[in-house]
């Protein structure tokens, strides 16, 4: 009798617990598996617009030798490899900075540094395109300090436009991670830098040696995202360079996007592109897991 | 000896103090840069003069002779409030869905759940642009918001914060004889107020600044979000930088509103995802 209850009672709490999650389930469903199997299966059809047929591996084939496609490819890795360890690095300095807690004015710092953090994507780079202008304000001030002498070609040349691309994330992103950095310090057990202090270990050295070590998980996840984030950059690059110049700040996100709405759309193809930062994602995702897994 | 040590700790406080105001003087001053920019013409701009000028009032004039700022801005929060109130609804009623009533089937759903955590948004926008194009959906608002209602993140987050949801809450409603949903409603989302503070942040940053999305769905000049509006002044051959910065400040003072009046919940919901 009683068991009869209390599978009654699973039961009942099964179909409240399924009526609770299903809304969610469903529309995940629709708009994130459905559509993700879908575009895998996309990624081996070949043609343009409409007319499309099964192409087997065609599109794999396609990437290897699309020259533009390695561009993007190379470009998107090389913003990864060079703007996020500098990031995380500015950010971690700030937060051991900030972390005193006799700093003078530290709540006008804190607030300061994260107020990038505030604007849309398309508004700070609608700023910057203004500020990096060729007479614009900072190459004004970069010459007015006497850095340079010609102003630079931020939007024009190459290895600027990266440049500015980089300076610009970097910009966004740096109080953000510096946040996660900041809770995560402020968790630390303040004793062990005391007796650290005491053994007359150097500030330097207590970073490298002891707060680095103990923050290892926030710095992977903020790594993990901030990779994510990067491999998935549009949004400026579509407003400060367009990609270009001659596609030198053209990223995987911005050539999807070309590929489809732009030129004649070849939705094949454009899926297989977009295969290839799940490819990278998934990639990073194990890593970190392994390494976090390593840690126990 | 002890002058020495003295000595040395105020270089170290020195540095930090230039370096930190270096920092937030960079930090800021695209900021500064915005305001002062829509006091000047394009001109000024465009050749970096970095004082106010006389044009405020003309730029303001001019946005408001090329945009129809009041649908814009209707448009913009049209979309954000209803993305908001249901995306939190949804995702709340899930998070408290799976940590409460917990069963191996809906375990294994939750960890597909967070492996699309993983999925760029790259990847799904050509299936969603053609089946939004089939149903005929595009060049509406609908299209926008449909596919961010069901939030991994969100829903991560809900999950997350209702652990810390005491039970003996639940058990006390239910000897009062409340059902399931009423528990929700009456108990759950009261109690979990700041969690619902910080995740309609999230959601709100999220919505009114899309860009990628709108930007492909969106045809029409009167659906426009702000967001839109302003990236198409700015990608103008020509474009009148006066009256972009204008659009750029209307564009960010809802945000910047929402951190300064929510300043703890703002970076709760930031920090959400490692706790």
Not at chain 1, 264 to 284: H, K, N, W
Request: a positive charge; hydrophobic letters at 55%.
């Amino acid at each position: 009798m009683s068991s009869q209850r209390a599978e009654q009672l699973g039961r009942y709490k099964n179909i409240t617990g399924w009526m609770f999650v299903s809304p969610a389930l469903v529309l995940m469903g629709i708009f994130m598996i459905y559509p993700i199997l879908w575009s895998l299966w996309m990624s081996f059809q070949t043609g343009k617009g409409i007319r499309t047929k099964f192409g087997g591996f065609d599109n794999i084939v396609r990437l290897a030798n699309d020259p533009i496609f390695i561009k993007a490819l190379v470009n998107t890795m090389t913003f990864l490899a060079i703007q996020v360890p500098i990031m995380i690095f500015l950010a971690l300095i700030m937060a051991s900075l900030l972390n005193k807690s006799n700093l003078w004015a530290r709540g006008w710092f804190r607030t300061a540094i994260f107020l990038p953090c505030v604007t849309s994507l398309v508004a700070y780079s609608i700023l910057f395109k203004s500020m990096f202008a060729i007479d614009g304000v900072v190459n004004q001030s970069l010459m007015f300090i006497g850095i340079v002498d010609d102003p630079i070609g931020w939007l024009t040349d190459p290895f600027w436009a990266k440049t500015l691309i980089i300076i610009s994330i970097t910009w966004r992103w740096t109080g953000y991670n510096m946040i996660f950095y900041l809770s995560a310090m402020q968790n630390i057990d303040s004793s062990i830098y005391e007796a650290a202090r005491i053994d007359g270990i150097s500030a330097w050295r207590r970073m490298i040696s002891l707060t680095i070590p103990m923050m290892k998980p926030v710095i992977l996840f903020t790594t993990v995202t901030s990779t994510i984030g990067t491999l998935q950059l549009f949004d400026e690059v579509n407003i400060l360079t367009l990609g270009g110049p001659s596609d030198s700040t053209l990223t995987l996100s911005l050539y999807i996007f070309n590929l489809t709405f732009k030129f004649m759309p070849s939705y094949g193809y454009a899926a297989t592109v977009s295969y290839v930062i799940v490819l990278i994602v998934v990639i990073l995702a194990y890593l970190q897991f392994r390494v976090s897994r390593e840690r126990k | 000896m002890m002058k020495n040590l003295s000595l040395k700790l105020n270089f170290a406080d020195f540095f930090t103090y230039v370096f930190l105001t270096f920092m937030a003087f960079l930090s800021i001053f695209p900021f500064i840069w915005m305001v002062i920019g829509a006091t000047n013409n394009t001109t000024d701009i465009a050749k970096g003069k970095a004082s106010f000028g006389d044009q405020f009032l003309i730029n303001v004039a001019k946005f408001f002779e090329q945009v129809d700022v009041p649908l814009i801005f209707w448009n913009s929060s049209k979309i954000t409030i209803i993305s908001c109130f249901f995306t939190l609804g949804i995702a709340s009623m899930a998070g408290y869905g799976f940590e409460v009533f917990r069963s191996k089937p809906r375990e294994r759903l939750y960890t597909i759940v967070l492996l699309t955590l993983m999925i760029p948004f790259a990847a799904l926008m050509i299936p969603l642009f053609i089946s939004i194009a089939k149903v005929g959906l595009i060049n509406t608002h609908a299209a926008i918001i449909l596919p961010g209602l069901a939030s991994a993140f969100i829903i991560f987050y809900f999950r997350q914060s209702t652990k810390a949801f005491p039970g003996e809450l639940r058990d006390a409603a239910k000897v009062d004889g409340l059902k399931e949903w009423q528990i929700f409603i009456y108990i759950y989302l009261p109690v979990m107020k700041s969690t619902y503070a910080a995740a309609f942040i999230i959601v709100f940053m999220a919505s009114w600044n899309n860009y990628l999305w709108p930007l492909i769905v969106l045809q029409s000049n009167e659906l426009k979000t702000i967001t839109l509006v302003i990236s198409s002044l700015a990608s103008a051959y020509y474009p009148d930088y006066g009256v972009v910065m204008v659009g750029t400040i209307m564009a960010t003072l809802p945000t910047l509103a929402i951190f300064f009046l929510m300043q703890r919940q703002f970076v709760q919901g930031m920090l959400g995802a490692v706790k």
